[in-house]
């Protein structure tokens, strides 16, 4: 199956467009749409080579403080030898367009799209867009958080195209969760799926949990319910989740509602401040 993913290329609107957007910024979620994600609001990273990034999201005391989200955009011949300066960084990348060189631990692989890979904390990587074609990609970091007598979790490298989704129960095939990790791995503090709507499914009832999330629009559209409030998102959409934020969609097609979510996961709510303070 070919992917087709929607990524970000950048550039800046003209002076003769509207102002108004799809933007939300509130105490429990935030939309930030795909026209946002413009050349204007793109930064830059230490040791990364021909690269640019958008950052959408990133821990924020009293939102979401968990984990961070970068959607990279790699030229030519660019990338890093030296990519994560944090040794507690863990990080899952997703591919959404052209193709990457990960070596890790002297082993090279090559993610075309579609690609994920898992890195556990103090892995030796490094990643390369060594094509004439733009590389692009999402990056998610998270703290590792350690448990005593439990290993970190292994590398993963793998296809979202080879890994049969797993289908939600008394929904008729039409709501279905690719898994790269096994969710009763208990070494994993974080997962990232791909969540797959068919047109006219929905989530029934207004999840409210603990988890945080970043969802990333992949591929259609849909009307989503955000706390109080229904938005419509669609592909290149990002939303952004503070734990316990009422959630809800109804996928209206014509295609599949597809996204790439994060959310933390199988570790003790800390009772004190994670400093010590």
Request: hydrophobic share 40%; charged share 20%; with cysteine.
């Amino acid at each position: 199956m070919s992917a087709k993913y929607y990524a970000p290329k950048g550039g800046h609107p003209g002076q003769d467009q509207l102002l108004t957007d799809r933007a939300i910024f509130t105490d429990a979620y935030a939309v930030i749409p795909k026209g946002t994600m413009r050349d204007i609001v793109t930064s830059f990273l230490p040791f990364w080579d021909k690269t640019r990034l958008w950052v959408i999201a990133r821990p924020m005391t009293g939102f979401a403080e968990t984990f961070s989200q970068y959607i990279m955009e790699v030229a030519p011949q660019g990338g890093s030898q030296k990519p994560e300066a944090d040794p507690n960084a863990q990080a899952v990348l997703f591919v959404v367009e052209g193709q990457a060189t990960l070596t890790v631990a002297g082993v090279t692989h090559v993610l075309e799209e579609g690609g994920y890979a898992y890195l556990p904390p103090s892995t030796d990587w490094t990643l390369l867009n060594a094509t004439d074609q733009m590389l692009r990609f999402h990056w998610i970091r998270k703290s590792y958080q350690e448990v005593a007598g439990l290993a970190h979790p292994d590398v993963i490298i793998t296809n979202e195209n080879d890994i049969a989704p797993t289908i939600m129960p008394d929904t008729d095939g039409k709501w279905g969760t690719t898994r790269f990790v096994d969710p009763t791995d208990l070494r994993h503090d974080m997962h990232v799926t791909i969540v797959t709507f068919k047109p006219g499914a929905v989530i029934p009832f207004l999840e409210t949990h603990v988890m945080e999330h970043g969802l990333y629009v992949l591929e259609g559209k849909a009307a989503y319910r955000l706390n109080s409030d229904w938005v419509e998102v669609e592909a290149g959409d990002y939303m952004w989740l503070r734990a316990f934020c009422p959630q809800a969609c109804y996928a209206g097609g014509p295609g599949d509602f597809r996204y790439l979510l994060y959310k933390d996961v199988n570790r003790h709510m800390p009772l004190r401040p994670l400093s010590g303070a």
